[in-house]
Structures are given as structure tokens and as C-alpha cells.
């Protein structure tokens, strides 16, 4: 099975920003470390017998200074191995929204449906969460919510405190401390 470490994710969206690239995404935990995960699953007795166990989903916002995206990315990964098992972008706007926020239909499509992200890390299983559990966090108005609220804490607190972005921590860093860098890819 395919399957990725948490530790190697959270290494790419830590990554120091240069001037030509976006910003990274980043955990919600990471602002508010007293909230890390957006809920916890327990699989029990599902097909496939090899998905069965507990999994954090946390969820990833876009850190880019006044960034309007409206989109969340879910990270769902096992609590007790530390291996994520897929990875989703979910944007809560209409396709109207997105389009003229500069995607095009296809795009736009996408987003508002939830995708599985092509470039992040994806288990062999990954379709088996975006197929059973994006429909229920997106048709649950209380999860909807919340992730729409954390959403809104998360911009508000970056639009607030620029300094929170990776691109200023660099900067401020002894020389000590080594930043993760993204794992290059083929």
C-alpha cells in the first residue's frame, strides 16, 4: 500500500516561501495548537478491512495575504500509524464564485465537488475517502459550518498578524533552526 507520513506532508507546507511561489498551505493547528484535528474518525467494519482504525482529519487553509479562496484542504490520516491516506480540496462557493475568482469551468467544477489533490499525498485507498466522506462533512450543515468559522478565524488572524506567515518566520529564525524543505519530485 502506498501510503505517506504525516511528518513528510507537514515537511512540504513548511517549506520557506521565495518571492515567485505561493504560499503554502497551513494546519489550523498550527495558529490555534489548542485545536489540531477538525474531527476524528473510527472506521469499523468496513470494506475495505484494510482502512479499519482511527483517523485525524486536520484541516489545511491557504496562508496568501489576502487570499479569498473559500477552500479547505482535508488531510486524513491514521492516528495510530501517522500515515496520511488522502488527501482533499473542497471549496464551499458556487462555480460562479470560482470562476470569477480566475478558474476555469473545469477547475471550478472540481473544487465545489471536492478533488482529491493531484500533487499531495494519496493512498492507494484515497478515493474511498473522498467518495464516502466528502459527501457527508459537505451535507453536514454543523461540520460545514465549522469549517467555514475556522475558515474565517484562520484569514482573519493572518490578515491581523502577517507576521504569522512561513515567509516572516524564515526571516526571523537563528540560525539553528533548519526549516523542512519539499521533497523534490520527478
Not at 153 to 178: G, I, K, Y
Request: aromatic share 14%; proline share 6%.
Amino acid at each position: 500500500m502506498a501510503k505517506h507520513s504525516l511528518p513528510t506532508f507537514l515537511q512540504m507546507v513548511q517549506e520557506p516561501l521565495e518571492v515567485e511561489e505561493d504560499p503554502p498551505l497551513r494546519a489550523f493547528g498550527d495558529l490555534f495548537l489548542d485545536d489540531d484535528s477538525l474531527f476524528t474518525l473510527e472506521l469499523k467494519a468496513v470494506f475495505p478491512p484494510e482502512v479499519n482504525g482511527i483517523y485525524n482529519v486536520r484541516d489545511f487553509y491557504c496562508q496568501e495575504k489576502g487570499c479569498n479562496c473559500h477552500r479547505v484542504t482535508l488531510v486524513f490520516f491514521n492516528e495510530e500509524e501517522q500515515e496520511v491516506y488522502a488527501t482533499i480540496s473542497y471549496g464551499w462557493k458556487s462555480m460562479s464564485f470560482y470562476h470569477k475568482w480566475g478558474l476555469d469551468r473545469a477547475d471550478a467544477v472540481h473544487l465545489t465537488n471536492g478533488f482529491l489533490e493531484p500533487d499531495e499525498m494519496q493512498s492507494e485507498h484515497a478515493p474511498f475517502f473522498l467518495k464516502t466522506f466528502l459527501p457527508y462533512i459537505t451535507s453536514d450543515p454543523h461540520m460545514l459550518a465549522k469549517i467555514k468559522e475556522r475558515y474565517a478565524l484562520f484569514t482573519q488572524t493572518m490578515a491581523v498578524d502577517p507576521s504569522r506567515l512561513w515567509r516572516d518566520h524564515a526571516e526571523e529564525m537563528s540560525e539553528n533552526v533548519v526549516l523542512f524543505k519539499k521533497n523534490a519530485r520527478s
